[in-house]
């Protein structure tokens, strides 16, 4: 008798059973892939538009400080009574006959010095504003005995951080007088000869009056801020001030990029036009003012745009303050606004 056991047969899978399983694999790797390409791009998107978002309230608040304390001149608190003894053309940034000044879009003058400066970097459609200020440094520690007499303040106050060639002011609340400094400050001496190293001579080594403990100096601020196009092609804000240059050692008047990706200012200026108060009753554009010693405050409004372009294509409108913008590329764009108020015209 014969004991037959039962073979046990192995079959493989079918060729339809394989092509099913790698049909939903790849599905299954298709939806994974997706998902992830989908979250990548949200957060890339979330990135940029945070990005953006910083760059706009930093560039606000810049603006807006300085706006808004325009044609502080110390305790005198009067921009008119500043006498300016350094050598500078009466159109140039570092002239102090204005408080603010601004460029409107295309213009080839900046109002009211007539100032051509810094025209050609300005980029087309945008507009411009300029303003200074003075910004306390020490009061004085001795009063002057001649118009000539060096000034004297706390040794510890500028700590050696002020160089020949800075720009200063000596202010009390009569007057203020605004002079290069001549000399490195040595043990709190300031000195405000004709002859100045490294920067902008003074016109005398004279004061316009003697100023005495009651008197402060301060750092001359005098800015102009615009949107020009940055190396890489890309539209950005930039400051220009007067600042000693690294390569050189000497003060001159340098262009600073400060943020990336404003694509446009527009600018409005309040004009405070009723008797016994110094509210703005209109805004207009700085080709269409004509009172400068009547605005009283600032409208802003600028359009970012995020630093990269690997967004769909997109067809937008933004009007600032009347200018309609309009884009048509791959980069994502937010309008912002403020109105600033300048301190120093408002009746409190």
């Not at 050696?160 to 009390?172: E, F, I, M, N, P």
């Not at 700085?286 to 009172?291: F, G, L, R």
Request: charged fraction near 20%; proline fraction near 1%; charge should be negative.
């Amino acid at each position: 008798m014969f004991n037959h056991k039962k073979q046990k047969i192995n079959n493989g899978f079918s060729l339809i059973e394989l092509l099913v399983a790698m049909t939903l694999g790849l599905f299954l790797i298709g939806g994974a892939i997706t998902m992830f390409m989908s979250n990548s791009r949200t957060y890339n998107e979330q990135v940029s538009m945070s990005r953006l978002q910083e760059n706009a309230r930093f560039a606000l608040d810049i603006l807006m400080r300085d706006i808004r304390i325009a044609g502080y001149s110390g305790c005198s608190d009067d921009f008119n009574s500043v006498t300016n003894n350094i050598s500078v053309d009466a159109k140039q940034l570092l002239s102090f006959i204005n408080a603010i000044e601004g460029i409107e879009q295309d213009s080839t003058t900046w109002k009211p010095s007539a100032s051509t400066e810094n025209i050609t970097s300005i980029k087309a459609g945008t507009d411009g504003i300029a303003v200074r200020y003075f910004q306390n440094l020490s009061p004085l520690t001795a009063a002057m005995t001649t118009i000539e007499s060096d000034l004297t303040i706390d040794a510890t106050a500028a700590g050696g951080l002020l160089k020949s060639g800075d720009l200063l002011a000596v202010s009390d609340c009569g007057s203020a007088d605004i002079f290069a400094l001549s000399a490195d400050e040595n043990a709190g001496i300031i000195k405000h000869a004709e002859v100045v190293t490294n920067g902008t001579n003074n016109t005398t080594g004279n004061l316009s009056k003697l100023y005495l403990l009651d008197s402060s100096l301060m750092r001359v601020i005098s800015r102009r801020y615009i949107i020009k196009d940055a190396t890489n092609g890309q539209p950005s804000l930039f400051r220009i001030q007067y600042l000693k240059d690294a390569t050189t050692d000497n003060f001159s008047v340098i262009e600073q990029e400060l943020i990336p990706g404003v694509d446009n200012m527009q600018i409005l200026y309040g004009i405070a036009t009723g008797v016994g108060d110094r509210l703005p009753d209109t805004y207009a554009k700085a080709s269409d003012v004509t009172q400068w010693n009547n605005v009283v405050s600032v409208r802003l409004a600028l359009l970012l745009s995020t630093e990269t372009d690997n967004f769909s294509a997109l067809e937008t409108s933004h009007n600032l303050l009347g200018e309609v913008i309009l884009s048509n590329d791959k980069r994502r764009r937010r309008m912002y606004t403020a109105t600033v108020k300048i301190r120093n015209r408002f009746t409190d």
